[in-house]
């Protein structure tokens, strides 16, 4: 009975040993494992989401540039849609091979931007209104007034697109 409490004694150092063992083996290779897929996967995921959201929201309305340029074929405009801040300047650059008049949308007025019709603001010597006021080359507006704006080629009003102004 002894001889049997000795060896059981044994048995349960070794057993004791053993788990020792195992518990500072694993550890090493486990937290490895947990730290490639665990916290990139879950916590860092919903870490990054919520940040990128957040951090979206604030560029949209921070990093709205102040210019843009939009390239004229002939018969679309490219882009067709761009997004400035308020006091930004849109050029529309003419490579058709024809003439280009930018205007603002309704077609023929062009009373939505300036709330005055072509036949008011035309020529706008202020440059107020959005309407290039006569067929040519190149073409810049500064937009003061936030909203989407639609324009269009006066002498082919098939082509058209939007601006965009921000805050
Ligand atoms: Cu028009």
Known sequence: MSQNGW???IVGLLIIAAGAWWFTSQPAAAPAADNATQPSGETSTAQTGDTGVQVGVDANVNTAPVTATITYSGSAFSPSQVTIKKG???TWKNASSGNMWVASAQHPTHIVYSGTSRTEHCPDTAGTAF???VGGGDYSFTFTKTGTWGFHDHINPS???KVVVVE
Do not use: L
């Open 7 to 9: 060896i059981a004694i």
């Open 88 to 90: 930004g300047t849109v």
């Open 131 to 133: 309407d290039q006021c």
């Open 159 to 161: 082509a058209f697109g």
